[in-house]
């Protein structure tokens, strides 16, 4: 029997008065908007009104630091940005002049997508005008095109990387603050998933700012170029996006040569340019301008001290206090123009210790420190399954106000969860779903652990997708279910009638739901994980075991089931099992149809994708490839990657999905 989601209008006793300054509680999600919406974001009726007013993290009460009103705005935002893949897929208006399949002509609107929102974030948002407090409101005039968004919620995602590059080179944006979600979803037709038609302002204003125009190109001809600036001269090289040899701007074999010295331009190279150029600016300001990978702390994400960013600077770049700038050009000769030479370079400045020259944000060219164009595509993998769900559809919340509210339950016991379990690795369901790069091994174990805490904490299972969690998130002991339930028989119990046949009641209809059309909600989000294709003998081991233990819960829960020792929940998901996907198996990453490895511009798994491919452990993909920094996926020892491995063979690239 399924219980309606309960209502949370009455106080609770053991609550306190919520009195807590601003400081003290989470960052809201939404607190900044524009100076004025550029329409208005309608919430369905009463959407809000079943959420609790506190919630306990942590032993502390807080208020709540998102609403269903704001998932509701945020999947109008998600809904518009897959029909914005769907239109540039179906596009067959004219003949394009290089033919492009639907995948690459996507990946080419992406890479304009990114340099349209460079020029938006650098040119446009800029420094900005203050406010009295220090921060900074997005104008009306300022929101920017549907493509421009999307590449700045994906930037967001990757909250780590994102804060860093604000603080060393998008002041603007950091001004801004948190995502502006329900001002912007307030640009979009909340019945067509459209933008609405953008004032004369603001597209005049983007058009002038950006040299760009308002609306997205769908299309791309190879008669349409950028300016790329030499990386030796610094001169301007007018560049075709596409061209039928695939080499141009967008394209993954990306080569020219420049019209003024004659110096080979590619992405190494523009990335090697980039690298000099900060280096530069640190040798102008050693107090000041520092290098990316040296601003934040790699545990905590807070900024380290001005000193210790200098220290770190000035030991991996060989340099001292005074030190006579020098020009990228002189860099470029001193050092030499590949990843390698830098690598060989910076490692000589930290004198043999095991740590990492922090490298890698420079392997992108772009002001990004990742590969922007590639996470969008990583991130639509997750809107996608948010669409297979139903969630984008219009209208879909105006009859449901319990799923939301029940997503922003779980997200807030989730948070209570990562309290309770401190330095392990939490994996959560599609709702709340996370920002993480990281093995599908270490995942899968990181999941089970998770489950099981989730049981123990909260007396209801994680998932009843048909994922089998371990048999002790199955069954809690004496005391560990404030449901009062356990899902298996206990030997030695009284002769009472069989757990399958009592009346089943879910205890916590706010944490989950047992209906068929929420089945998916609790699936293991993996949609950051690194899937390995044609692995080596560790990961296939690795695989293996994974499927032997599933099988043999399967086998364990399918015995008690015919022999009448479980309840309801193990009911449940022994159905479920049968015909279900197990999580953080699957050969390729889900959502796939084939192997995006032909377009796009990045190798490395984190910046570009979810899959590698070669006989090798997570964490090394980006040996061989000159930059034997720390794994862009930020894979360690302590998060199931080893951090020193055995450099594979050169044929060994990251395949981009």
Same mark, same amino acid.
Request: charged fraction near 25%; glycine fraction near 8%.
């Given at each position: 029997?399924?219980?309606?989601?309960?209502?949370?209008?009455?106080?609770?006793?053991?609550?306190?008065?919520?009195?807590?300054?601003?400081?003290? *509680?989470?960052?809201?999600?939404?607190?900044?908007?524009?100076?004025?919406?550029?329409?208005?974001?309608?919430?369905?009726?009463?959407?809000?009104?079943?959420?609790?007013?506190?919630?306990?993290?942590?032993?502390?009460?807080?208020?709540?630091?998102?609403?269903?009103?704001?998932?509701?705005?945020?999947?109008?935002?998600?809904?518009?940005?897959?029909?914005?893949?769907?239109?540039?897929?179906?596009?067959?208006?004219?003949?394009?002049?290089?033919?492009?399949?639907?995948?690459?002509?996507?990946?080419?609107?992406?890479?304009?997508?990114?340099?349209?929102?460079?020029?938006?974030?650098?040119?446009?948002? =800029?420094? &900005?005008?203050?406010?009295?407090?220090?921060?900074?409101?997005?104008?009306?005039?300022?929101?920017?095109?549907?493509?421009? @968004? @999307?590449?700045?919620? !994906?930037?967001?995602?990757?909250?780590? !990387?994102?804060?860093?590059?604000?603080?060393?080179?998008l002041p603007g944006l950091l001004r801004i &603050?948190?995502?502006?979600?329900?001002?912007?979803?307030?640009?979009?037709?909340?019945?067509?998933?459209?933008?609405?038609?953008?004032?004369?302002?603001?597209v005049s204003a983007f058009s002038s700012f950006?040299?760009?125009?308002?609306?997205?190109?769908?299309?791309?001809?190879?008669?349409?170029?950028?300016?790329?600036?030499?990386?030796?001269?610094?001169?301007?090289?007018?560049?075709?996006?596409?061209?039928?040899?695939?080499?141009?701007?967008?394209?993954?074999?990306?080569?020219?040569?420049?019209?003024?010295?004659?110096?080979?331009?590619?992405?190494?190279?523009?990335?090697?340019?980039?690298?000099?150029?900060?280096?530069? $600016?640190?040798?102008?300001?050693?107090?000041?301008?520092? @290098?990316?990978?040296?601003?934040?702390?790699?545990?905590?994400?807070?900024?380290?001290?001005?000193?210790?960013?200098?220290?770190?600077?000035?030991?991996?770049?060989?340099?001292?206090?005074?030190? !006579?700038?020098?020009?990228?050009?002189?860099?470029?000769?001193?050092? =030499?123009?590949?990843?390698?030479?830098?690598?060989?370079?910076?490692?000589?400045?930290?004198?043999?210790?095991?740590?990492?020259?922090?490298?890698?944000?420079? $392997?992108?060219?772009?002001?990004?420190?990742?590969?922007?164009?590639?996470?969008?595509?990583?991130?639509? =993998?997750?809107?996608?399954?948010?669409?297979?769900?139903?969630? !984008?559809?219009?209208?879909?919340?105006?009859?449901?106000?319990?799923?939301?509210?029940?997503?922003?339950?779980?997200?807030?016991?989730?948070?209570?969860?990562?309290?309770?379990?401190?330095?392990?690795?939490?994996?959560?369901?599609?709702?709340?779903?996370?920002?993480?790069?990281?093995?599908?091994?270490?995942?899968?174990?990181?999941?089970?652990?998770?489950?099981?805490?989730?049981?123990?904490?909260? =007396?209801?299972?994680?998932?009843?997708?048909?994922?089998?969690?371990?048999?002790?998130?199955?069954?809690?002991?004496?005391?560990?279910?404030? &449901?009062?339930?356990?899902?298996?028989?206990?030997?030695?119990?009284?002769?009472?009638?069989?757990?399958?046949?009592?009346?089943?009641?879910?205890?916590?209809?706010?944490?989950?739901?047992?209906?068929?059309?929420?089945?998916?909600?609790?699936?293991?989000?993996?949609?950051?994980?690194?899937?390995?294709?044609?692995?080596?003998?560790?990961?296939?081991?690795? *695989?293996?075991?994974?499927?032997?233990?599933?099988?043999?819960?399967?086998?364990?829960?399918?015995?008690?089931?015919?022999?009448?020792?479980?309840?309801?929940?193990?009911?449940?998901?022994?159905? $479920?099992?049968?015909?279900?996907?197990?999580?953080?198996?699957?050969?390729?990453?889900?959502?796939?149809?084939?192997?995006?490895?032909?377009?796009?511009?990045?190798?490395?798994?984190?910046?570009?994708?979810?899959?590698?491919?070669?006989?090798?452990?997570?964490?090394?993909?980006?040996?061989?490839?000159? @930059?034997?920094?720390?794994?862009?996926?930020?894979?360690?020892?302590?998060?199931?990657?080893?951090?020193?491995?055995?450099?594979?063979?050169?044929?060994?690239? *990251?395949? $981009?999905?």
């Amino acid at each position: 029997m399924e219980t309606p989601l309960p209502s949370y209008t009455a106080t609770t006793s053991d609550v306190p008065a919520y009195s807590a300054q601003p400081t003290d *509680a989470l960052p809201d999600y939404d607190e900044s908007g524009t100076s004025a919406p550029i329409s208005s974001f309608v919430p369905s009726r009463g959407i809000d009104d079943k959420l609790p007013s506190h919630f306990k993290i942590n032993n502390n009460y807080v208020i709540p630091q998102l609403k269903p009103s704001d998932l509701e705005a945020h999947l109008v935002l998600l809904g518009a940005f897959h029909r914005l893949k769907e239109e540039v897929l179906t596009f067959k208006r004219v003949k394009a002049d290089v033919p492009l399949e639907p995948e690459e002509r996507y990946a080419v609107f992406l890479q304009r997508a990114v340099y349209r929102f460079e020029q938006w974030a650098v040119r446009m948002i =800029g420094e &900005g005008q203050e406010d009295e407090d220090g921060s900074r409101r997005l104008k009306a005039n300022e929101v920017p095109p549907l493509d421009v @968004m @999307m590449v700045w919620h !994906t930037y967001m995602l990757n909250p780590r !990387t994102y804060l860093e590059d604000c603080l060393r080179k998008l002041p603007g944006l950091l001004r801004i &603050g948190s995502f502006p979600l329900v001002n912007l979803a307030s640009s979009i037709d909340q019945e067509t998933l459209l933008p609405h038609p953008p004032s004369e302002g603001r597209v005049s204003a983007f058009s002038s700012f950006t040299e760009q125009p308002f609306e997205p190109p769908i299309n791309t001809t190879s008669e349409e170029t950028v300016a790329v600036f030499c990386p030796s001269c610094a001169e301007p090289n007018t560049i075709p996006w596409i061209t039928y040899k695939g080499d141009g701007y967008a394209q993954r074999e990306f080569a020219c040569v420049c019209t003024h010295c004659k110096f080979e331009i590619n992405r190494e190279t523009l990335g090697m340019r980039k690298f000099f150029e900060d280096m530069e $600016r640190f040798m102008i300001d050693t107090k000041r301008d520092f @290098m990316a990978n040296t601003v934040l702390d790699y545990q905590t994400g807070l900024p380290v001290g001005l000193d210790i960013s200098n220290l770190l600077c000035l030991q991996y770049l060989r340099l001292r206090e005074g030190m !006579t700038p020098i020009r990228p050009k002189g860099l470029g000769k001193q050092i =030499g123009w590949t990843f390698q030479a830098l690598e060989a370079y910076c490692r000589k400045g930290l004198m043999g210790r095991r740590d990492k020259p922090q490298i890698t944000p420079y $392997r992108n060219p772009g002001v990004a420190s990742l590969d922007l164009a590639s996470a969008v595509i990583r991130q639509m =993998g997750f809107i996608e399954k948010m669409v297979n769900l139903g969630f !984008t559809e219009p209208g879909r919340w105006e009859e449901d106000n319990d799923t939301l509210t029940r997503c922003v339950v779980r997200y807030h016991h989730f948070l209570d969860l990562m309290s309770a379990m401190p330095g392990k690795f939490v994996v959560p369901t599609l709702v709340p779903d996370h920002d993480d790069k990281v093995g599908q091994g270490a995942l899968s174990t990181a999941y089970d652990k998770t489950a099981e805490g989730w049981k123990e904490r909260f =007396g209801v299972p994680y998932s009843v997708c048909g994922c089998l969690p371990p048999i002790k998130a199955l069954d809690v002991g004496e005391g560990g279910s404030s &449901g009062g339930f356990s899902l298996f028989s206990k030997k030695g119990k009284s002769k009472a009638a069989p757990a399958s046949e009592m009346p089943f009641t879910n205890p916590r209809p706010d944490l989950i739901a047992t209906s068929n059309d929420a089945e998916g909600q609790t699936h293991p989000s993996e949609h950051y994980s690194v899937v390995i294709i044609n692995p080596g003998q560790p990961n296939k081991t690795q *695989a293996q075991l994974r499927t032997q233990e599933l099988t043999k819960r399967a086998n364990e829960l399918g015995k008690a089931v015919e022999k009448g020792k479980v309840d309801g929940w193990a009911e449940l998901m022994h159905q $479920r099992e049968v015909d279900h996907t197990p999580s953080f198996l699957c050969p390729v990453q889900y959502g796939v149809a084939k192997p995006f490895g032909k377009f796009g511009q990045g190798d490395c798994t984190a910046l570009s994708g979810g899959a590698v491919e070669g006989n090798f452990e997570i964490g090394e993909c980006v040996k061989g490839n000159g @930059m034997y920094s720390l794994c862009a996926a930020q894979v360690d020892q302590a998060r199931g990657g080893p951090a020193d491995a055995i450099k594979p063979s050169a044929g060994m690239a *990251a395949r $981009r999905h």
